[in-house]
Structure formats: structure tokens, C-alpha cells
T-cell receptor, first 113, second 112 residues
Framework: DAGVIQSPRHEVTEMGQEVTLRCKPI?????LFWYRQTMMRGLELLIY????????DSGMPEDRFSAKMPNASFSTLKIQPSEPRDSAVYFC???????????FGSGTRLTVV | DAKTTQPTSMDCAEGRAANLPCNHS???????VYWYRQIHSQGPQYIIH???NNETNEMASLIITEDRKSSTLILPHATLRDTAVYYC?????????????FGTGTRLTVIP
């Protein structure tokens, strides 16, 4: 089991550019979560999916952020246009309904200059 | 979900037991106590969880007081690799509300 796979590991982009972060959850997991971590705000839940359907996106900061899960093995988090305040580490996690806990990926460190 | 209170930081000597406390005085009857940790530059890692009974696994032990208002995570023989931020989280484990909210945690430093 390769775990939750995120790509890229690091992304540096200029303000105003579109950024797409990718996540492959563990096979068979029903839930997928996107978190953001900054020094100021810690770990924040942005959105989560159940069986590919978005359940709660109340943590998405604004309309510039969007997330999709076209199938059970892939999800994207898109920021368009990106701003310097979006700089953070973005984590994806997945879990089974009856799982003991979530499995997190290694994260994508996003820097917007 | 109930709120938790943890010390900001703790030190522990290598090889000794690390005891990390957590207060959750407003916990409800159907809420579990979960512990995660985050090693520098990595994603959070699940450690253990429990409802009312003490729990033990290969990583740690979880001791929950009888009134469930506090708990302690015990790392029996701390190593340098256990240096991390430890998060105590209280949440309902039910289908359809499967989300996890992290506080500020306790930064544990294991000293050689």
C-alpha cells in the first residue's frame, strides 16, 4: 500500500497563476479530505468528499478555491487566481467509514510569489 | 465537537516514558478521544483512539479518566524520532460526519 499520494511535493508560482494540486487516496477508502496548514492558522479542513461527492466545503476560503473528485482514485484542489496569502502546505487525507483514523499524504508546499 | 486543552510544549528524556495530558471537560457521551502526531515536514499520523476504556497499541497507550474529562497519551520509551507535535482531538465517530478538527497540540521534544 503506497498510502495517500500527493503531487507535486513543492510548487512555486507567481501571483495570478492557476495552481492545481493532486491527490490519490488509498484504494477502497470512502472519504477524502483536503486540509491546509499555515503557521498562523494551523491545520484547517477545507473540504471533504464521501464516495466522490462533496459533503462539506464550508472551509474553502473563497471562490478562488475549487475541488473535484471525478472518480474514487483521484482528486484535485485548484486555486485560480493564486495569491501570496495562499502560500501554505496542503494535505490530502483519506479514510474508511469504519477506519480508526485518517491517513494523510506528505503534503504539497505551495509558495505564491 | 468538544474542545480540548493541551500544554504548548513538553520535554522528555530519551528512553523515558512521555506522558502527554489533554483536558476535554465538555466531552459528550458519544465522543471519542483521538490522538495524532505530526513530525516536522510530514503529514499528521494517527496514533490511537478510545471512548472510555484504556487502549494500547504498538505505538502508545491511552488512559482516559473515569469521568472522561481528561486523558493521557503515554509513549512508553520515547526515542528521538518521537519528537513531534501531538494533537488530542475529541469527535463523534459517526458516518456522514467524518471530519477532524486540529487544535494547536503539544510540541514534544525528546532530549538525548
Amino acid at each position: 500500500d503506497a498510502g495517500v499520494i500527493q503531487s507535486p511535493r513543492h510548487e512555486v508560482t507567481e501571483m495570478g497563476q492557476e495552481v492545481t494540486l493532486r491527490c490519490k487516496p488509498i484504494s477502497g477508502h470512502d472519504y477524502l479530505f483536503w486540509y491546509r496548514q499555515t503557521m498562523m492558522r494551523g491545520l484547517e479542513l477545507l473540504i471533504y468528499f464521501n464516495n466522490n461527492v462533496p459533503i462539506d466545503d464550508s472551509g474553502m476560503p473563497e471562490d478562488r478555491f475549487s475541488a473535484k473528485m471525478p472518480n474514487a482514485s483521484f482528486s484535485t484542489l485548484k486555486i485560480q487566481p493564486s495569491e501570496p496569502r495562499d502560500s501554505a502546505v496542503y494535505f490530502c487525507a483519506s479514510s474508511l467509514v469504519s477506519a480508526n483514523g485518517y491517513t494523510f499524504g506528505s503534503g504539497t508546499r505551495l509558495t505564491v510569489v | 465537537d468538544a474542545k480540548t486543552t493541551q500544554p504548548t510544549s513538553m520535554d522528555c528524556a530519551e528512553g523515558r516514558a512521555a506522558n502527554l495530558p489533554c483536558n476535554h471537560s465538555t466531552i459528550s457521551g458519544n465522543e471519542y478521544v483521538y490522538w495524532y502526531r505530526q513530525i516536522h515536514s510530514q503529514g499528521p499520523q494517527y496514533i490511537i483512539h478510545g471512548l472510555k476504556n484504556n487502549e494500547t497499541n504498538e505505538m502508545a497507550s491511552l488512559i482516559i479518566t473515569e469521568d472522561r474529562k481528561s486523558s493521557t497519551l503515554i509513549l512508553p520509551h520515547a526515542t528521538l524520532r518521537d519528537t513531534a507535535v501531538y494533537y488530542c482531538i475529541v469527535r463523534v465517530a459517526r458516518t456522514g460526519a467524518n471530519n477532524l478538527f486540529f487544535g494547536t497540540g503539544t510540541r514534544l521534544t525528546v532530549i538525548p
